[in-house]
């Protein structure tokens, strides 16, 4: 049975009387990266943890297909990823224990998939020492490994230099390239342009446009987007 087309309606999250998400309605397709971009607060990490059912909604409708409580197959990879204090490989198969996969086929999964992410020689170190952007990439593979129909990345590459921050690009273009919708939230313009599909830009609790990448950007319906655009460009475009 397909998730997809995920259907948010009316969505409302107010915790303790705060009015986080307020009427958000949106649909999201089974293929390509949508970005969601916003301002800070604007609801962007709470709409992905409720897409994965770790927050439930205060009201409104939400539907993944014709399911109303979260599937199997959906993956989330956090800002900062927590790591078991284990190895690399350990915490990269660690998705798989609960799916019932054996220790063998775990391990020799596990392998295959840091070789991808450019790990395979820091497999047997612990996790708890890599650095920020082999972390994420570790973050990444654990995810990748449960082939999941939808990942959900919040802020991938966020405190990641630009070296760092390309590997976590192409990972994530090879994984949409296997099929797998993706859902990412960025602050970095630039990375938007070089992966969305489609971008849903956020402000207040709502989602204000959902359109394709390029129409965003050249086109902005909104005041608020354009805005949000402008406050962003300008330190890029000077280099
Ligand atoms: N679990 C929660 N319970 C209650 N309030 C929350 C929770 N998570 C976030 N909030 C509040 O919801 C608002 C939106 O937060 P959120 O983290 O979704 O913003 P964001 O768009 O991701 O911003 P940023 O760009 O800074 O990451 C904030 O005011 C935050 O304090
Ligand atoms: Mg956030």
């Known amino acids: 049975m397909s998730m997809f087309p995920i259907s948010a309606s ?49 009201g409104g409708q939400l539907r993944w297909g014709v399911q109303q409580d979260c599937p199997a197959g959906v993956a989330m990879v956090f800002q900062q990823p927590i790591m078991l204090r284990a190895a690399v490989i350990e915490n990269a198969a660690l998705g798989l224990i609960p799916l019932g996969v054996g220790r063998a086929e775990r391990q020799a999964s596990a392998w295959a998939m840091l070789e991808r992410v450019g790990l395979a020689d820091r497999a047997k170190d612990s996790a708890r020492q890599l650095s920020g952007g082999e972390r994420q990439r570790l973050a990444l593979a654990r995810a990748w490994l449960t082939r999941p129909r939808l990942l959900l990345l919040d802020e991938p590459t966020a405190s990641l230099d630009p070296s760092g921050a390309e590997m976590v690009e192409r990972i994530i273009r ?31 609790g709502r989602v204000r446009e959902h359109v394709p990448v390029g129409e965003f950007f050249r086109r902005p319906a909104s005041e608020e987007a354009r805005l949000f655009i402008q406050g962003e460009l300008p330190w890029q475009m000077a280099f």
């Open 174 to 204: 090879e994984i949409r390239t296997e099929g797998c919708k993706i859902v990412m939230t960025t602050h970095n313009l630039g990375q938007a342009t070089r992966l969305a599909d489609d971008v849903v830009f956020m402000a207040n």
């Open 10 to 58: 009316d969505l409302r999250f107010v915790p303790n009387g705060h009015a986080v998400l307020q009427g958000l309605d949106l649909t999201l397709g089974g293929e390509g990266i949508s970005v969601v971009l916003g301002p800070n607060g604007a609801g962007k990490s709470v709409l992905l943890r409720i897409l994965c059912g770790l927050l439930v909604p205060s």
